[in-house]
């Protein structure tokens, strides 16, 4: 089965620094994957969706990118801001057309930006 | 702020109960998600609902049951609560069933089984 993992439970940086976050995967590639913010106690929210056949997505300070002959993607924050404090997840999106997938979630990675 | 609420915000079960959980999907999304979240792991899929049919379901016992509702609201039920269902229950809508959209997440119900 399809196994997700994310290298780091957790990642302190000084703010200003870039972030980078490590998501990786066995298997077979997604036809898509996405990355979301979890704030304690709260929902996801969804940040980043890069299709297999991008290598590199951005949106304002964050970029993501998707390798599938490493089967890896990597998330970066640039200039990061303590606001930027909270827990990342991968996610793989199994959803192929109208198939009965579904969103497969790495553990997370706890993000601490330090002022 | 997604405009999927979900209720209650929190409860508190004893092993063997049954429960409930309601959710109301983003306007227009005909989908609806259910995750369990064990604290400190990422969400795991128990099933998804599309125009009131189960459209795939994840490696939940069938004591885990859901309904979705013409207005594509949605429930969870669970029955025979074991201490190990305590969690965070999170649904998520989207506007259809397959890949390449986002889900937007409610807030979650926090369930501790006792």
């Known amino acids: 089965s399809q196994k997700i993992e994310q290298n780091s439970e957790a990642l302190n940086i000084q703010e200003g620094k870039t972030a980078t976050l490590t998501c990786n995967y066995t298997n077979y590639s997604p036809a898509y994957l996405q990355w979301y913010r979890q704030d304690p106690g709260r929902g996801p929210v969804f940040l980043l969706l890069?299709?297999?056949?991008?290598k590199e997505k951005r949106k304002e300070r964050l970029k993501v990118t998707f390798d599938t002959t490493l089967k890896q993607s990597l998330f970066h924050i640039t200039a990061s801001q303590p606001a930027d404090s909270a827990t990342y997840l991968c996610a793989l999106d199994m959803r192929y057309g109208g198939s009965q997938g579904n969103l497969i979630f790495g553990k997370g990675t706890k993000l601490s930006v330090k002022p | 702020e997604t405009g999927v609420t979900q209720s209650p915000t929190h409860l508190i079960k004893t092993r063997g109960q049954q429960v409930t959980l309601r959710c109301s999907s983003q306007?227009?999304?005909?989908?609806v998600s259910w995750y369990q979240q064990a604290l400190g792991q990422g969400p795991q899929f128990i099933f998804q609902y599309y125009r009131e049919e189960e459209n795939g379901r994840g490696n939940f016992p069938p004591r885990f049951s859901g309904l979705q509702f013409p207005n594509y609201s949605s429930e969870l039920n669970v029955n025979a609560l074991e201490l190990d269902d305590s969690a965070l229950y999170l649904c998520?809508?989207?506007?259809?069933?397959?890949?390449?959209?986002?889900?937007?997440f409610g807030p979650g119900t926090r369930l501790t089984v006792l």
């Open positions: 998520a809508s989207s506007p259809r069933r397959t890949g390449g959209d986002t889900q937007y």
């Open positions: 890069i299709r297999e056949n991008e």
């Open positions: 306007s227009g999304h005909n989908t």
